[in-house]
């Protein structure tokens, strides 16, 4: 089992950053992709951005592309979502999640339905 917290959310004006954090912590050697999602209150769940095993791939939603930057460290546990440039349209409850298969891309319309592990999310309000 896998357990998933997130931190360093908060409220910032539009233009500003945030930094946030993932600490994966039990059985975690079966992790492969890891990425973060968010939901805003009457819209569905969508992919932000998701990272493969050794960080050498990437993906990202069209609508964070130039902003978000998704890394993770050397052991693996841990996955940050650096955000610039946020936008009020950026507000939602984001969650961190893991799988154990490698990243696919990010589809338009899919929210993570085969990401096994999921944190309790942290919110983000810009305005």
């Known amino acids: 089992h896998v357990q998933l917290v997130e931190s360093g959310g908060g409220s910032v004006q539009a233009g500003g950053s945030l930094r946030l954090s993932c600490a994966a912590s039990g059985y975690t050697y079966n992790t492969m992709c890891m990425g973060w999602f968010r939901q805003a209150p009457g819209k569905e769940r969508e992919g932000v951005a998701t990272?493969?095993?050794?960080?050498?791939?990437?993906y990202y939603a069209d609508s964070v592309k130039g902003r978000f930057t998704i890394s993770r460290d050397s052991a693996k546990n841990t996955v940050t979502l650096q955000m610039n440039s946020l936008e009020p349209e950026d507000t939602a409850m984001y969650y961190c999640?893991?799988?154990?298969?490698?990243?696919?891309?990010?589809?338009?319309?899919?929210?993570?339905?085969?990401?096994?592990?999921w944190g309790q999310g942290t919110q983000v309000t810009v305005s």
């Open positions: 990272i493969s095993t050794r960080g050498g791939i990437t």
């Open positions: 999640a893991t799988e154990e298969k490698p990243c696919s891309p990010l589809v338009t319309g899919t929210g993570g339905e085969d990401f096994v592990y």
